[in-house]
């Protein structure tokens, strides 16, 4: 159980336009999902953590604006970078917890690359 | 807020032998500390957790303490194979619907066949 998944693992997109990534729990529900970014070599940067149905909540420095967040069911949740430039190039991932929880359980990860 | 560090940021064993990776915390009022396991390029597998109200806990060659006084937890893997070859991150959060995770930045574990 706990699967989480994301898509999709790897995209390439050119600079100035938007990409949506998806993160799906598929075997629980989840109230809560967290959005990562991680770059080569080191930890998990959290980006902003989303509530099913509410708006989410943005750490500190993170553009609320270019890093679009939608978690509009439970088991959905995307991230749409806006405008993307070639320092958005990252590893992103997402994680999921259900309600009363406190274990989370990562998606794969999207390789995000900006030409 | 939390802090989370974790030394040294590499370890290498041989293999057979046992791994120690340790990890302090900042904030008492936290009261759970799961480990994670990432291999390269994938995604960050939880291998074990701790609450606040257990001192040990053990799955067949992984193991966790916590000492909530001196504000450190450890995890123990005994008996190490070449497949234990990963990063490994601490972290910790307080419970509640908005409590989040605070990690440490890693540790690289090489075992040597």
């Known amino acids: 159980g706990a699967v989480v998944s994301q898509h999709p693992s790897r995209v390439i997109c050119k600079s100035g336009t938007s990409v949506k990534i998806e993160c799906r729990s598929l075997?629980?529900?989840?109230?809560?999902m967290f959005w990562y970014r991680q770059f080569p070599k080191q930890s998990l940067m959290l980006m902003a953590t989303?509530?099913?149905?509410?708006?989410?909540?943005?750490e500190q420095g993170v553009e609320k604006d270019k890093f679009l967040i939608n978690h509009a069911s439970l088991t959905l949740s995307t991230l749409t970078v806006t405008s993307a430039h070639p320092e958005d190039s990252s590893f992103y991932i997402c994680?999921?917890?259900?309600?009363?929880?406190?274990?989370?359980?990562f998606g794969p990860g999207t390789r995000l690359t900006v030409t | 807020g939390e802090n989370v560090e974790q030394h040294p940021s590499t370890l290498s064993v041989q293999e057979g032998d046992s791994a120690v990776i340790k990890c302090t915390y900042s904030d008492s009022a936290s009261n759970y500390f799961p480990w994670y396991k990432q291999e390269l390029g994938k995604r960050p597998q939880l291998i074990i957790d701790i609450r606040s109200n257990v001192g040990e806990k053990k799955d067949q060659r992984i193991a966790v303490t916590l000492n909530k006084t001196a504000k450190h937890f450890s995890l123990h893997i005994t008996e190490t194979q070449p497949e234990d070859s990963a990063v490994y991150f601490c972290?910790?959060?307080?419970?509640?619907?908005?409590?989040?995770?605070?990690f440490g930045k890693g540790i690289t574990l090489s075992v040597r066949p």
């Open positions: 972290a910790a959060s307080m419970s509640g619907a908005n409590s989040k995770l605070t």
């Open positions: 989303s509530n099913e149905g509410s708006k989410a909540t943005y």
């Open positions: 994680s999921a917890r259900s309600q009363g929880a406190s274990e989370q359980y």
């Open positions: 075997d629980f529900q989840a109230t809560t």
